[in-house]
């Protein structure tokens, strides 16, 4: 009997510890993970306060990049060397691509989504440029611009679609 009451007046003893090392326990363990949060979200904010001058310039790149490729403006641009169809089907398109390759590492700082918006706004308007000169009409180059700039007075360009895209993409930034 003297044993059970000595080993109840132990747990009393201990019980209290034991109730108060497992509060101080759990207290810091949410301490902690508060402090990991709070960090977290300093560093966070450190590198948005950095990241998002970065994605602005991309946003006006490629916001450059859909003007330029936009067919309306294209064509005003780059002007054919000759009559040959196939000859200035092909300069428009290098032209495309090159554009599209030079702000090609713009996309790391875009969406997945708005990215693949710009890319198929490039492939739309390319397809039109090859499906334009496919039309029986269409024999040389002049004949292609302005097959090319009668059809978008009455459409919406690709690259259009694609900056409104773009521009909402930039006012969820803020």
Sequence with gaps: ???ITLIINYFAY??????????AYLFFKGHTANEEGRRRYLIQK?????????RLQAFERLTLFLERIDPNKLLLRVKPFSDELEKYESLLIKNIDSEYEHNLSQQIYVSDEC?????????????????????????NSDQLR??????????????HKALLYTKKEVRELF
């Excluded at 450190?46 to 970065?54: D, G, S, T």
């Excluded at 000169?133 to 269409?138: H, I, L």
């Design 1 to 3: 009997m003297e044993d």
């Design 14 to 23: 201990l019980l209290p510890a034991i109730v108060v090392g497992l509060i």
């Design 46 to 54: 450190e590198a948005q306060k950095q990241a998002l001058p970065l």
């Design 115 to 139: 990215w693949n918006v710009i890319s198929a706004a490039k492939n739309a308007t390319i397809q039109i440029l090859r499906q334009s000169t496919t039309n029986e009409k269409v024999t």
């Design 146 to 159: 302005s097959f090319l700039l009668n059809y978008f007075i009455d459409e919406v360009t690709p690259s």
